[in-house]
C-alpha cells in the first residue's frame, strides 16, 4: 500500500479517505489506474476525477452504505467495483453491528483486491468463470444455537466469518489458538492463496515444481488436519516453516507462505512510501541498514524484498516493544521459509 495526494490542494491522502480533509473534495479510488483522486461532479451520478479527467464514471453500488470508495471502470454496466463485483453474500445490514463489521471487512478485502491488481493475476468472478471464479461470502452466526461460521476457502468461494470484524472476540480466538497473529487481512490473504494455488499450480501444470518446494499435497489433507490439533506442528517447526499452522499439510504451507508475501511485500511499499531508511547507530557493519528506494511490487528477486524487510521488520518490531505492544511481525524467516517465499513470487510474477 502506498500515500497518496489530493489532487486538488496538495494533501496527503490514505487508500480508505473518502474526503480530503484541507479542500473537502471528494475522494475515490480507481481500480484501473491505482489512483485515488479528488472528484468534480459530472452530472447525475457521474464524476470527473481530476487524476483521469478524460476517465469520469459512478460510485460502486456499495459507496451508499458507505463500505466502499471506488469507481466503477468508464463504459462498465457492473453496479459494482472491481473489487465488489466479487461480492456473493453479505450480511443483513439493516443491523448496525452487521453494518459495522461489514464495513470492516470490506476494508480489508479492498486492500487485498489492490494487491491482486497491482500484480495483474488472474481476477474472474463467478459469473464469468462458474467453476473457478472468486467469490466472497461475508457471513453472521446464526442466532440460535447451530454450528457456527467457519472462515475457509472451497473451490474460489471465500467465507468469511462475520464476528471476525469484532476485535475483542477475535483477539479471544487469537489466544486460544496460540496464535502470534490474526488480523481480517490476513484470513482474506491466506484463504485467496489457496484459490491461487488452484488456479496458478494445479490448473497451469506446476505441480511438481511447487511439490519440491512444499512437499507432497497429495496426501490425505483431513488426516493432516486431525493430527495437527491432536500432536501439534514439530519441535523444529520455526527451521522450516513460516508459523506453526503452515506445517498442517503443503496446501496449508502454500497459503500461509503466499499470506506472509502479500504481508511483507505490501508493508515494504507502504515503507518505500514515505522514504523509510533503516540505519541503527550502533550497526557498524551495516547489516541492519536498509533504504527502501524501489517498488516491492516489481522487485526483480526475493532477496531484494528480503534484504530490506529483515532491518525494517526488526526496527518497527523494536518500536512495537518500545510501546509495549506485541511485535509487528512475530515470524521468523528461516532459509527454507526464504525459499518458499521465493517460489510464491515467482509464481506471481509468472516465472514459474
Known sequence: MKLFQCQSCGNILY?????????????????????????????????????????????????????????????????????????GTIPD?????????????????????????????????????PEHGLIFHFLADPPADGPKVMTGHDNGVITIAL?????AEREKRRAAMGEPYRT???????????HYWDILVRDRGKLEACRAVFGDDSQDYG???E????????????????????????????????????????????????GLQVQ???????????????DPYAAEDIAMIVNAWLPVVFALNSVNRAMGLNDLYPFVLAPPVIAKLGFIHDLVHGRV
Not at 452487521?98 to 464495513?103: G, V
Open 280 to 294: 541503527p547507530l550502533l550497526d557498524a557493519s551495516g547489516t541492519l541498514a536498509a533504504r527502501i528506494g524501489f
Open 93 to 129: 445490514i439493516a443491523d448496525p453491528a452487521h453494518l459495522e463489521a461489514w464495513r470492516k471487512i470490506e476494508v480489508a478485502k479492498h486492500r487485498l483486491i489492490y494487491s491482486l491488481l497491482r500484480w495483474n493475476l488472474p481476477l474472474k468472478t463467478r459469473t464469468e468463470d
Open 184 to 194: 481480517l487481512l490476513g484470513h482474506f490473504r491466506h484463504e485467496v492463496g489457496h
Open 227 to 274: 493430527r495437527h490439533y491432536a500432536e501439534g506442528p514439530p519441535a523444529d517447526w520455526q527451521e522450516r516453516f513460516v508459523s506453526a499452522y503452515a506445517t498442517t499439510h503443503p496446501w496449508e504451507d502454500f497459503a500461509e507462505t503466499w499470506a506472509h508475501y502479500l504481508h511483507i511485500v505490501d508493508t515494504l511499499e507502504m515503507a518505500s512510501s514515505f
Open 15 to 87: 487508500f480508505e479517505n473518502r474526503t480530503c480533509q484541507r479542500c473537502g473534495h471528494r475522494l475515490a479510488y480507481l481500480p484501473e489506474t491505482g489512483t485515488l483522486s479528488a472528484l468534480e461532479p459530472a452530472g447525475g451520478e457521474d464524476w470527473t476525477p481530476l487524476a483521469a479527467r478524460d476517465r469520469p464514471s459512478r460510485f460502486c453500488a456499495n459507496a451508499v452504505p458507505d463500505a466502499c470508495n471506488w469507481l466503477v471502470p468508464p463504459g462498465s454496466g457492473d453496479a459494482f467495483c472491481l473489487a465488489c463485483r466479487h461480492n
Open 163 to 167: 464476528v471476525e470484524a469484532d476485535d
Open 223 to 225: 488426516q493432516a488436519l
